[in-house]
């Protein structure tokens, strides 16, 4: 079956620093990865998508097939950034998103 | 515009109590799309509509789950006989149609959190 993993529920980081939020997956066809954020009392919405290859808030992420991995990174991270972060994939044929549990990714002073 | 709205915001019932839940997609999306988020979980899929037909609905739990679409409009999720473990909050998302292309993204509601007492 689809899977996809976030192996960090928490991550702390200081602002400036770089930050990495890992994401796998299983799934042996060509998958559709993407990473949604949620702000502290706001909606779920797309941060990015893998096929798009798109740098949004300083964010980016690359699908690597061998390792069945798609990363979240940023260089510097800000206060801003402090939310909730989830990895998804779509598989082909499918409607529906497989979602990872979630990072909750803060931001320290 | 308006996004994807659901109602109520928050549900507090009964064990054994019917709940209905309810989302507006954003008008034009044909796609719907109804999620699970249990506490300290992702998120997991219930259904999935492409107009009034549910072609995927794999994810609904049990029997005592069920969905229906008027046309490309509101979405009501049922749970009948609700249990503890049905508490979650409960998430609908649209999108213009059911495909890869990226004007396919899913627009998340704001959820209906659904205690169970």
């Known amino acids: 079956a689809q899977r996809v993993t976030q192996p960090e529920k928490l991550l702390s980081v200081f602002k400036g620093a770089p930050v990495e939020l890992k994401c796998n997956y299983s799934?042996?066809?060509?998958?559709?990865l993407f990473w949604y954020v949620q702000y502290s009392r706001q909606r779920l919405q797309l941060l990015l998508r893998?096929?798009s290859r798109e740098s949004i808030k300083g964010f980016t992420a690359d699908l690597n097939k061998g390792e069945t991995s798609f990363h979240l990174k940023k260089p510097f991270a800000q206060e801003e950034d402090s939310a909730m972060y989830y990895c998804?994939?779509?598989?082909?044929?499918?409607?529906?998103?497989?979602f990872g549990q979630g990072t909750r990714l803060t931001i320290n002073p | 515009g308006a996004g994807v709205s659901q109602s109520p915001s928050n549900k507090v019932t009964e064990k054994g109590k019917d709940v209905e839940l309810r989302c507006d997609p954003i008008s034009g999306h044909t796609a719907l799309y109804w999620y699970r988020q249990r506490l300290g979980q992702g998120l997991e899929f219930l259904i999935y509509?492409?107009?009034?037909?549910?072609?995927?609905k794999s994810g609904l739990p049990s029997d005592r789950f069920s969905a229906e679409r008027t046309g490309e409009s509101v979405s009501t999720l049922t749970i009948q006989r609700t249990q503890q473990e049905d508490s979650a909050v409960y998430l609908c998302?649209?999108?213009?149609?059911?495909?890869?292309?990226?004007?396919?993204?899913?627009?998340f509601g704001p959820g209906t959190r659904l205690t169970v007492t």
């Open positions: 998302a649209s999108s213009l149609g059911g495909g890869r292309l990226p004007s396919y993204e899913q627009y």
């Open positions: 799934y042996s066809g060509s998958p559709e």
């Open positions: 893998h096929i």
């Open positions: 509509f492409q107009g009034n037909s549910a072609p995927d």
């Open positions: 998804a994939l779509r598989y082909q044929g499918a409607q529906k998103l497989v």
